[in-house]
């Protein structure tokens, strides 16, 4: 049923900084405990992470991304710089608090990443974990792993 009180999905994130946000959204809301982000691969289609939830998944189509414009290293050197890490220092590891707002007008859940930069040759591979979802540092490499909803 129409409800004309629910806001419609608008763009508010563009470019590399947009999708850094909205995949860090995404894992929270989907409970995604673990990604790698990688020179050598596609970017990740926050479209078809979010396909089993229709609200998460309206507000990231709403976004628009273009997927093959965005540069792979900058979004890397974006979640990876606030979490100190730097190739040049060569600091590998780090963390990162984001601030969630759940839904309209709810209060926002603190969720914490853990970063960690590794290397496939020349090219830079960063693993994301979020902490608080049970089994995410057990995560095998290489794909995005999906924690069960919580009950």
């Known amino acids: 049923m129409w409800n004309p009180f629910k806001r419609k999905p608008k763009k508010e994130w563009v470019g590399e900084s947009g999708y850094c946000n909205c995949l860090l959204v995404t894992m929270g809301s989907m409970r995604i405990p673990r990604i790698e982000l990688s020179t050598k691969e596609s970017l990740l289609s926050l479209e078809e992470l979010t396909a089993t939830r229709p609200d998460t998944h309206e507000w990231i189509k ?77 995560a095998p490499p290489g794909d995005v792993q999906m924690a069960a909803p919580e009950e």
């Open 62 to 138: 709403a976004q628009g991304f273009q997927y093959d414009k965005l540069d792979p290293l900058t979004i890397i050197r974006l979640l990876a710089e606030p979490a100190g890490i730097s190739p040049e220092t060569g600091c590998r590891t780090g963390t990162i608090t984001a601030f969630d707002c759940v839904g309209d007008d709810e209060d926002m859940v603190e969720r914490v990443f853990s970063m960690e930069l590794r290397f496939d040759g020349e090219e830079p591979v960063l693993i994301v974990i979020q902490h608080g979802i049970e089994d995410a540092e057990q």
